[in-house]
Each structure stands twice: as C-alpha cells, then as structure tokens.
C-alpha cells in the first residue's frame, strides 16, 4: 500500500529519490542533462510528496509558486524504477494537486522531455495538455511543458 507524506525540500527521502532522479536523467539525456542542473533547485519553500511503500521510498514531486498569481510549478516528480507501474507517480501527483488547491492555487504547469514518454502519457491522462515552452524551457528542444486548470474542491 502506498502512503504519501507531505515534507520540504531537505527531507532526506526525498534528497535521496532526487539523486536517482538525476541518475536517471542523465542517462535519458547525457547530451544536455547538464544545462538543465540550474532549473532543477528546489528551495526550501516548496511543497514536496514523498511516497513510501512498506516504509521505504519510493517516489516524489513537489511543487513551488512561480510567482504568477494563482500558478504553481510542478517539480522533480519520480518513481524508482521497482515501484512503477503501481500507481504512484499518480497518487502523488494528485496529492500535489490537492495541496496546491488548498493553498488558494488554480493552475499547474509542468516541463518534461521528449525522452520520457511514460511521463507525457501519464500526465496527459490525468488531465495535463501541451502549452507552449515557458521559460527557461523556450528554445528547449527536448523539452514539453503542459499545464492543467485545477478546481475547488480538488478534483483529479
């Protein structure tokens, strides 16, 4: 059974997911994984999800103000490669839906790559559509960004 626990950004559950993370995606883009390291901090304010599956963890996201008003930005979302398939990259997703609803929020956005089709299926179904690359993403071939209008009460 998956249980969510929402956490900050120096949890070590979720330091500890996010250098797999980074593993991860410098094997899907060893070529310009680099440019990205920039984009990819997460400050201490943002609101993070760390899943656990019999106490041990294994998935994460997390989401921060873009400063737009009402829009957050959803960040650094995984799933450790034993644990996908079940559900969890979706059960945290949505918990990070429903937390940024609650903090008075009416839109998320999201970037990812070409390379992670698993990713765009997923947040596709679950109600996120293609919008144009924002910044820093712009002129980011590899990139994808997507957005989702979030209501009151949440709904997924």
Known sequence: MVSLTRTSSDHPDFRLLIELLDQDL????PHTQESYLPFNVIKLDAKVVVAYV??????????????????????????????????????????????AVEEGKGRAILETGTNQPEAVSLYGKLGYEVIDR???????????????????????
Do not use: H
């Open 26 to 29: 410098w094997q899907r883009y």
């Open 54 to 99: 019999d106490g041990a963890p294994v998935g994460c996201g997390c989401f921060r103000d873009t400063g737009q008003s009402g829009i957050v930005e959803i960040k650094r979302m995984y799933v450790k490669e034993g644990a996908r398939g079940q559900g969890v990259a979706k059960k945290v997703l949505q918990a990070l839906e429903a937390w």
């Open 134 to 156: 924002y910044e820093p993403y712009v002129d980011n071939d590899n990139s994808i960004c997507m957005g989702k209008t979030l209501s009151y009460p949440y709904q997924s």
